[in-house]
């Protein structure tokens, strides 16, 4: 499956790698890219093995804020 996801607060290239590997790190994430100039995170996951739940937290985690 593939989502994009609107995260505010990123603003520069260690954001982008913070959110880039807090993602990569979920068990079912195959590939996530971060759009800065958008702050659009576009995911491809498998969905028997990660919720969008858990997406949110990781990316929470690394302090930034997903909006609907």
């Known amino acids: 499956m593939e989502k994009t996801l609107n995260v505010q607060g990123m603003s520069c290239g260690h954001c982008k ?3 880039e590997g807090a993602l990569g ?3 079912g994430v195959t590939s996530a890219e971060v ?5 659009k995170v576009d ?3 498998d969905d ?3 919720t969008l739940a858990d997406m949110r937290e ?3 985690d690394q302090g930034y804020d ?3």
């Open 17 to 19: 790698s913070s959110v």
């Open 25 to 27: 790190n979920l068990d």
């Open 35 to 39: 759009d800065l100039s958008s702050g």
């Open 43 to 45: 995911v491809s996951y």
């Open 48 to 50: 028997t093995q990660v």
């Open 58 to 60: 990781a990316i929470e």
């Open 66 to 68: 997903v909006v609907e």
